[in-house]
């Protein structure tokens, strides 16, 4: 079955000091892995895909399958990066549907 | 811009009242879903739709029912409202292909 966890609903950080966000996952084929982000009273917007290997806005996570992890960092924090986080698991499968964690609220405080 | 948009954005109703949410989308995506949002339970899947007559029951589609009208459009409906579905509701496509979900803005539903 495939499910998320993201262990910490609330995470609070110093700005300029370092950001990790944990994200395990459960699946049985080979998953694709993103981290969405919500802004205050904004839709959901995606921030990386694993497949793409890129740095958003400061943010890298990368894929480890052996942990069945996808944990986003960033190493220096910035008040815009308040926000909440959710990571997410898809499959190519024509079934596979997009299952979401229950969300990390990041706090950056000044 | 090739957008995903949800109606209305808000709305209080009564407990008992039938309730549809629409979701219409520019973007060309045959794959649509609906997801209510509540605080501490992250995005949970109500229903999903690969096509027009494709339609799929999600982890909690109790209380609900879709209607996918068009490729374009994917409608959500609370038949007999109760409080307990107060949430904020969102609309997803995604292209068949790919694992990009696009949402719209959502809708803040209260029951009261």
């Known amino acids: 079955a495939q499910r998320v966890t993201q262990p910490e609903k609330l995470l609070s950080v110093f700005k300029g000091a370092p950001v990790e966000l944990k994200c395990n996952y459960s699946y049985s084929g080979s998953p694709e892995l993103f981290w969405y982000v919500q802004y205050s009273r904004q839709r959901l917007q995606l921030l990386l895909r694993h497949i793409s290997r890129e740095s958003i806005k400061g943010f890298t996570a990368d894929l480890n399958k052996g942990e069945t992890s996808f944990h986003l960092k960033k190493p220096f924090a910035q008040e815009e990066d308040s926000a909440m986080y959710y990571c997410a698991l898809g499959g190519m499968n024509r079934d596979d549907k997009i299952i979401f964690g229950k969300g990390t609220r990041l706090h950056i405080l000044p | 811009d090739a957008d995903v948009t949800q109606t209305p954005r808000n709305r209080i109703t009564k407990t008992g009242k039938r309730i549809m949410l629409e979701c219409s989308q520019t973007k060309g995506h045959d794959r649509m879903y609906w997801y209510r949002q509540d605080p501490g339970l992250g995005l949970r899947l109500i229903y999903y739709?690969?096509?027009?007559?494709?339609?799929n029951k999600g982890e909690i589609s109790d209380g609900y029912s879709v209607s996918r009208q068009a490729q374009a459009k994917f409608s959500l409906s609370l038949e007999s409202a109760i409080p307990n579905q107060t949430a904020l509701y969102f609309c997803a496509t995604r292209p068949s292909g790919d694992t990009e979900a696009f949402f719209g803005q959502g809708t803040r539903l209260t029951v009261v």
């Open positions: 739709s690969f096509d027009v007559k494709d339609i």
